[in-house]
DNA sequence: TAAAGTTACTAACGCGCGTTAATAACGAGA
DNA sequence: TCTCGTTATTAACGCGCGTTAGTAACTTTA
């Protein structure tokens, strides 16, 4: 294996120091070189391909030029999530404009103290952003005294990490009221996700307190938990079916959730929106193409993970927004999955 | 913001030398050390909260311990992938077991080479998956010598990089095979994405070659290309529809560009599979709940990942198998996407 | 002409760790 | 007592780069 090329080695090749290489390179305008020794430089570190040793850098400067996404959910949770892709795709598009690396990692429960501190210790990234944070996290206030920084994708009540999110309470209320109105009084609900996640509690608060303005009764017995995944969502429709409680509508709290649903609607005979009315969550890029399709809460992902990135960037470079909290607008996407019984 | 704690504090604290501490926690059994030093050092460096730094290490021990996962494609066709979360789901498991990182990256066609040799030469990562390779990658004969191991999740004839894939275009075969054993002799195809992807071409090719042996003629103007997301395949199935040709059955290459189908054909009012069969590629975990649930070819996902990963922790040894190339099983999978003609 | 800038560059240190070659301690054998 | 292995430990170098403090040359001002 031929040697690696190093600065030094532009250096000789160009007659300058290799200080004079780092400074060129970096483009370093604290100090003031010649055109002609930029040029020298240059051509001399595009002759030999010199690529700067990552780890080199990282040690001198102390900047890994890495950013982490940690999910907080095991791999065969994360296998069959719709809603991780588009937060990716949004991520590595602005992470590569700013030549940044991203690091993904997932935490399990239990695990996340000994996590954030090997991660955030050791250095392997110079931030992280925190997708679907739980309340029981352990890890958290480690983090808020953490030496890097941390983005919060969700939102932990009492936490002083930034964090960028909807309004999940006031989604979730948008789309019940949307039932609501069309005259729904029995509507059922099964949550995303277990309550230790957070969107998972407020969007059943935002589901309570339609209702509590309705002036319809909560009955928790219409209420079931999912478990991010189709299959789960499939299970505990059908529990609701079994159950002996009547609905005309549910508000599901994931649209990966509501495909299960749909199809333990459809093994029961039941017709969307004909006999159940259905407003799904997230607006996921199969919404349109269900049958029928879905009328759901727009999530609007793509923009979560930019916004997250972006403040980031500020935290890094220790600019810290007066609020530690963005908050990013969701609306409802009116499609075909529900029907008015008022005529 | 408090001083970094290095592995010299740690030999403070012990009373021993920094080598002693390397060698007792990086478990270094060339060197026989003292039960009662080892025990002095452990609970010394658990008692300062000591990590030892990624970047000194790396710069050191020349290993990153991060892999690199690279991604053919660009990032809004990444956000309505619903493989690629089975893939990261795979890998992120087994790489944790091995504490080793995941760094994810996409490239975009006609930038290959200058990426692949600035991961490579600024050495980011100690080795690299590529998924869905493109036969007319640019970079792919400079990673052929390049200093790290390198893995295809794909294959890609003529090149001497290792690899793990299915057998496409037997798999495709078998797929359009089901068709024609029901009797169907007229069988379109939207293959999952353009030429230059060899799963795309592979696939057309196992069609091609199941119709010969049936027999049937190839009609060009039965073949679609999707895009890989669900609304191409939205827009080619209705561009067959609007074709005059007439067929009983499609093989649709990925599952996910058949949800695009089905929504097509429910909007033609031609029903699955009376109408139509469809047999689509990949079994995603969308499938059993699609209306009808799709008969697929199931494409080991996870094992894809984790085999791809041994592979490439067998190569960062510089234990090179004889055989570059690992094949995986796939198999069709019966749901009821599909009618037999023959009664 | 000397003093005081200004511009263009470099020597040298430090980042934190892995690792080799060398040393010290210690008992066994002669 | 002296030599010869072990065994346990360490001094010191190198990984490749960023960066500060400093130097040399060259221009401007008094």
Redesign the interface.
């Known amino acids: ?1 031929r040697r690696r090329i190093t600065s030094q080695d532009v250096a000789d090749l160009a007659g300058v120091s290799r200080t004079t290489v780092s400074f060129v390179l970096n483009n370093d305008n604290r100090f003031s070189i010649r055109p002609e020794t930029v040029e020298k430089v240059r051509t001399a570190a595009k002759q030999l ?1 010199y ?6 850098r ?2 001198a400067s102390n900047q ?1 030029k ?1 950013i982490g996404l940690i ?1 907080s959910r095991a ?8 809603f ?3 937060i ?3 991520l ?2 602005v992470t ?1 404009q700013h030549s940044q ?6 935490v399990e429960p239990g695990q996340q103290l000994e996590t954030y ?2 991660l955030t ?4 990234i110079d931030g992280m952003i925190l997708m679907t944070p739980r309340l029981d996290d352990t890890g958290l206030k480690a983090l808020e005294e953490a ?1 890097i920084p941390v983005v919060l994708m969700g939102h932990i009540p009492g936490s002083r990490l930034h964090s960028v999110d909807v309004d999940n309470r006031a989604a979730a209320e948008m789309a019940v009221r949307h039932l609501v109105d069309l005259g729904h009084t029995k509507i059922a609900c099964i949550i995303n996700a277990a309550r230790p996640y957070t969107s998972a509690s407020q969007r059943l608060e935002g589901y309570k307190q339609a209702l509590e303005q309705a002036l319809l009764g909560y009955n928790e017995y219409l209420v079931r938990e999912a478990d991010f ?3 789960s969502g ?1 299970l505990q429709m059908n529990s609701l079916l079994d159950s002996s409680e009547e609905f005309t509508a549910v508000f599901v709290a994931s649209d990966n959730v509501a ?2 649903a ?2 333990a609607l ?1 093994d029961a005979g039941l017709s969307v929106p004909g006999d159940i009315s259905v407003v799904g969550f997230d607006d996921i ?2 919404t ?2 269900m ?1 029928p399709p879905l009328t759901t809460i727009r999530m609007p ?2 923009e979560i993970a930019q916004q997250s990135y972006h403040l980031l960037m500020r935290l890094m470079k220790r600019d810290y927004p007066q609020n530690p909290e963005v908050l990013l607008p969701t609306d409802l996407v009116l499609r075909q999955s529900t029907r008015s019984l008022i005529d």
């Open positions: 294996m391909g690529y700067p040793n990552a780890s080199a990282a040690l890994t890495n999910i791999p065969q949770y994360i296998a069959s999530d719709s991780l892709p588009q990716i795709g949004g590595l598009d590569k690396g991203l690091l993904l990692e997932w501190l090997e210790r050791s250095h392997h030496d995944d189709i299959k499939f495909v299960g749909y199809a459809r890029p199969l349109p193409f049958e992902a793509r």
